[in-house]
């Protein structure tokens, strides 16, 4: 790469197409419409976030949630993603400025956290966030080929799906950005105030954040929910939906069942942080 035009191409990203960023649509070129029918994209806000439109002043609890195509709730109504279900009941005993929602399909780490500072830039600081991480391996990527809807050179890739096409060096970089960029989150909210629950669904990497022993991590016990899988699935099943319905979308997301754990796991730290600072 020639000498200085590392600076062009972030100044592209992110001065001369800055709004894309921000956009979920233009950002990763994805048609998200394709995992919605006609009767959910009314779910969707001006900036194509599935969530209540952004507002600068709240007046009420302000809460955020971040992440990937499972916090968006892609192939569930909105009432079965398990932010939405969480939102629910915070509401039912709290009052909040509204339903807010960052998470985007395809999605990492850094473009979340990305995100989230122009939604602070923007309308505020949350009072509390929950954040679901995909795999740490999503990232950024350099690419010489400009898309249609920008003309910088930069493109979201899970390079988990074409592996074969990244080394081993790659895979760790990619970890450990993810792995300081969370620190740094943790303490951007520790500095502003903010209550972070944070955790991944992603089975295989949930061990090795319990050893990073992050501050605000929390542990879903997926290890423990797939060995009592019968159990949970009892709990937090629709029976009027099948059983494949509960457990997996036809895209391969997470089901009904997982979402509503989810939610559960993330209620119960919040409730475990309350009870924590009243003693």
Request: proline share 1%; net charge negative; with cysteine.
């Amino acid at each position: 790469m020639k000498k200085r035009l590392y600076h062009k191409i972030v100044k592209d990203l992110f001065l001369d197409n800055k709004d894309l960023i921000f956009n979920t649509m233009s950002n990763t070129g994805y048609d998200f419409k394709k995992n919605y029918p006609e009767s959910m994209l009314d779910d969707f806000n001006s900036f194509g976030f599935r969530c209540d439109n952004f507002i600068d002043t709240h007046n009420e609890k302000h809460i955020l949630f971040m992440g990937c195509s499972e916090t968006q709730g892609s192939n569930h109504g909105l009432d079965e993603a398990w932010a939405y279900i969480l939102y629910k009941k915070i509401k039912e005993k709290e009052s909040v400025s509204g339903y807010y929602n960052i998470a985007s399909i395809g999605d990492g780490i850094t473009m979340q956290i990305l995100k989230l500072m122009q939604y602070v830039d923007n309308f505020g600081v949350p009072d509390e966030i929950y954040f679901l991480i995909p795999e740490t391996y999503r990232t950024i990527l350099y690419s010489h080929k400009p898309t249609a809807d920008t003309k910088n050179s930069f493109f979201l890739s899970n390079i988990r799906e074409d592996q074969n096409n990244f080394t081993d060096a790659e895979f760790v970089n990619a970890h450990g950005n993810s792995v300081i960029c969370l620190r740094l989150l943790e303490s951007f909210c520790s500095a502003s105030n903010t209550k972070l629950f944070w955790s991944t669904w992603f089975g295989d990497e949930e061990d090795i954040f319990k050893e990073y022993e992050f501050k605000n991590f929390i542990s879903l016990d997926i290890k423990n929910m797939e060995l009592n899988i019968e159990k949970i699935f009892e709990q937090h099943e629709d029976k009027t939906k099948s059983v494949k319905y509960n457990l997996t979308k036809n895209d391969g997301h997470k089901g009904l069942v997982f979402h509503r754990y989810w939610a559960e796991k993330f209620y119960e730290a919040r409730e475990n942080e309350k009870n924590n600072k009243k003693s």
